[in-house]
């Protein structure tokens, strides 16, 4: 048995229970009840890992919950019948505390997790929709993906997808393939002609994100636990490399997060506990690819998979401080990073490795969430910020913010499009606001709309079509749905019913990283 499974005692203080029940077993009671689904380990199984950091915001009352109620469209059961109340709350804390040992999760044990199932050869698309102007709608209540035709807004396929995903899934250069990222670290392939999952591996116990190379060779996978970015092969999936991260002191770290950059051919991730940046060549020849201002390189960390000499070569970048949840400018050459104070944020030349500037920003920036686009020869910069209803919006001639605008409350995400004069934002985080989208106007920077799509249900994440012409809404509800907007006078189009639809991406604006949505 695991050691962090064997001490009932420790189960019982976390669970705050009576010293009677401390005598249920809990580790038996797991082994009985849910270890079949969610793995003997709790690292997952068909089930999703039950570790305390994958659970996330649910909370020792949520998995009380779910374990007496069951999870509404997926195959947890309700225990309430036939488990008593020191039983579930014993169940909740065992499942809320960490691990004793890190869990294992290298190169064998992310092979043996791989399943290839190839698709047959197709040379056009198997539907009549417009490839290139496909939505694929992650559905995040029974999870599920669908995919849309972008010009009739018509489902044309649903398919179940892992548990639990998270962040943008990353298309190919071509549209053809997209790959996503869950929480639980597995990735899938997804073959949008033939409309099939071609590859699914488990990179990591939990996961960040992804990211997909210049080329659509390498897939860059983010994780929590372990402290590692794994690099696998973008056509099959196979490791190609494992950075097990790590200062230049030795100081481990989770990874926040990891970007393509495809005008620097390389991979930026964040760290989330130490003060480096990184930046992975995803380029044979490394070094060229930075544009000569490269000092500092270190080849082969860990697990030295790939042999060619730049390939995967890191270049650490030191800033004063960790910065998370990053903002590129569009030719990747400065970003912009969020301070974990919450209070400002740090912009980073790139080429320099030099930090340019510090932004002032109470109320917690989402910066992975901000837009840009030209103002009277300007690049403006909008980011939402996640505790505090307002809007920066900073000028990158001087890196000072320009106006601040007061919105319904705390928001989520914004869009835009080149071909739209307008931004979109979401109150998605506030109390009493979560129903609101505003509609701010690029060049005055004033509100000049507020809709409520669904009163009193949260809406939030818009994303347009090819054109720009239409926005689509989501209503973050089991009972949701996709909302189809005209993005010039407002008027509702269409409503689709979609269990809880979190994040829609065009294949046509994410291929062509089109001004106003996220990459
Ligand atoms: Fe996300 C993207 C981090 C919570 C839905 N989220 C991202 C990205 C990062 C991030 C770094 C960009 C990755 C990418 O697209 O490749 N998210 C975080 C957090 O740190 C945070 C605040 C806490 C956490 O638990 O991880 C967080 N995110 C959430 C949610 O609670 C959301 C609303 C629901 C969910 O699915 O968990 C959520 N995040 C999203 C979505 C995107 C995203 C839909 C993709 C947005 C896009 O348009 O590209």
Redesign the pocket.
């Known amino acids: 048995m695991r050691p962090w499974l064997s001490s009932l005692a420790g189960v019982a203080f976390l669970a705050g229970i009576a010293p009677a029940i401390a005598q249920t077993d809990a580790i038996a009671l797991y082994h009985a009840k849910c270890a079949a689904c969610h793995g003997g380990d709790r690292l997952g199984a068909i089930g999703p890992a039950l570790l305390p950091d994958n659970l996330?915001?649910l909370g020792v009352a949520g998995a009380e919950k779910v374990i007496r109620s069951g999870r509404a469209a997926t195959q947890m059961p309700a225990f309430g019948g036939e488990l008593d109340d020191a039983s579930i709350k014993a169940l909740a804390a065992l499942v809320y505390t960490k691990p004793a040992t890190t869990p294992i999760w290298g190169v064998k044990e992310i092979s043996a997790s791989r399943v290839l199932t190839p698709a047959p050869v197709v040379d056009k698309p198997t539907f009549k929709a417009d490839p290139l102007n496909l939505f694929v709608v992650?559905e995040?209540g029974d999870h599920h993906v669908s995919i849309l035709d972008g010009d009739t807004f018509t489902p044309i396929h649903r398919f179940a997808s892992r548990f639990?995903?998270?962040?943008?899934?990353?298309f190919t250069r071509d549209g053809r393939y997209v790959f996503f990222?869950s929480?639980d670290g597995w990735v899938s392939k997804f073959d949008l002609w033939t409309l099939r999952t071609v590859a699914e591996v488990r990179a990591g116990v939990n996961t960040?994100?992804?990211?997909l190379s210049k080329d659509a060779k390498h897939l860059a996978v983010?994780n929590y636990l372990p402290n590692t970015l794994v690099i696998l092969n973008a056509s099959d999936l196979s490791v190609e490399k494992i950075f097990d991260v790590a200062d230049r002191k030795g100081q481990s770290s989770r990874v926040?997060?990891?970007?393509q950059a495809p005008q620097r051919d390389s991979f930026i991730a964040?760290l989330k506990d130490v003060p480096e940046i990184w930046e992975i060549a995803t380029n044979p020849n490394g070094e060229p690819v930075f544009g000569g201002f490269v000092h500092s390189y270190e080849k082969g960390m860990v697990e030295a998979l790939a042999s060619s000499q730049g390939l995967f070569a890191l270049r650490r970048i030191e800033a004063s401080e960790p910065l998370?949840?990053?903002f590129f400018d569009p030719d990747y050459r400065n970003l912009i990073g969020a301070s974990r104070q919450g209070d400002h944020a740090v912009v980073v030349n790139l080429n320099t490795g030099r930090e340019i500037a510090n932004i002032p920003m109470p109320g917690m920036p989402?910066l992975?969430?901000g837009i840009s686009w030209m103002r009277d020869g300007h690049r403006l910069v909008a980011t939402p910020h996640?505790k505090e209803g307002k809007i920066s919006v900073i000028d990158t001639a001087d890196w000072k913010t320009l106006a601040t605008i007061d919105t319904a409350g705390p928001g989520?995400?914004l869009?835009s499009h080149e071909n739209s004069p307008y931004i979109w934002a979401d109150s998605?985080l506030s109390l009493k606001n979560r129903d609101k989208i505003q509609i701010i106007d690029k060049e005055t920077l004033k509100i000049v709309r507020v809709m409520q799509p669904a009163p009193g249900k949260t809406t939030?994440?818009v994303?347009f079509d090819r054109s720009g012409r239409h926005a689509l809404v989501s209503v973050?509800d089991m009972d949701g749905a996709i909302i189809v907007y005209d993005a010039t006078t407002f008027a509702e189009i269409k409503r689709l019913p979609m269990s809880k639809p979190?994040?829609?991406?065009n294949v046509y604006n994410k291929i062509t990283f089109s001004e106003g949505?996220?990459?």
């Open positions: 996330g915001r992650v995040s639990a995903l998270h962040g943008g899934p990353k990222g929480r960040r994100n992804i990211a983010a926040s997060a990891v970007y964040a998370d949840d990053f989402h992975g969430s996640l989520f995400f869009r998605f939030g994440h994303e973050w979190a994040g829609k991406y949505t996220s990459h």
